[in-house]
C-alpha cells in the first residue's frame, strides 16, 4: 500500500520561505520520479515542480523558477520543496505525486501516486 504523507505548510509572510516534505511508504523510492502541484478553489491543479528518477532532471513552472527547488533524497524516501520568496500568488493547496515511468510530464494524468494536500498561504 503506497502512501504519501505531506507536511510542512503554514501561514507565511510575503518574501518568507517555507519546505514542504512528501515521506513516502510502500515503493521502491529510488525509482519513483517526484512532483509537486498546487490548487487554488475553482482553478485546476497546476505543476509546480518535479524531479524525475531517471536522470535526476528537475522542472518547474515558469513562475516559480529561481524561486522553489524540487529534491528527493533515497535515504529518508523524502521529497522535499523548498520555497523562497514567496508572494501572495503562491498562495494554494500543495500536493506531492509520484510515478514510476521512466520521464513523467507535468500532467496530472502522468502520475499514479497522490498525497493529501498541505496548505500553504503567504499573506502580504
Known amino acids: 500500500q503506497v502512501q504519501l504523507e505531506v507536511s510542512g505548510g503554514g501561514l507565511v509572510q510575503a518574501g518568507g520561505s517555507l519546505r514542504l516534505s512528501c515521506v513516502a511508504a510502500?515503493?521502491?523510492?529510488?525509482?519513483?520520479?517526484m512532483a509537486w502541484f498546487r490548487q487554488v478553489p475553482g482553478k485546476d491543479r497546476e505543476f509546480v515542480a518535479g524531479v524525475r528518477w531517471s536522470t535526476g532532471e528537475t522542472n518547474y513552472e515558469d513562475s516559480v523558477k529561481g524561486r522553489f527547488t524540487v529534491s528527493k533524497d533515497n535515504a529518508k524516501n523524502t521529497a522535499y520543496l523548498q520555497m523562497n520568496s514567496l508572494k501572495p500568488e503562491d498562495t494554494a493547496v500543495y500536493y506531492c505525486?509520484?510515478?514510476?515511468?521512466?520521464?513523467?510530464?507535468?500532467?496530472?494524468?502522468?502520475?499514479?501516486?497522490w498525497g493529501q494536500g498541505t496548505q500553504v498561504t503567504v499573506s502580504s
Open positions: 505525486a509520484a510515478d514510476s515511468s521512466w520521464m513523467p510530464g507535468k500532467n496530472l494524468i502522468d502520475y499514479e501516486y
Open positions: 510502500g515503493l521502491t523510492f529510488s525509482r519513483y520520479s
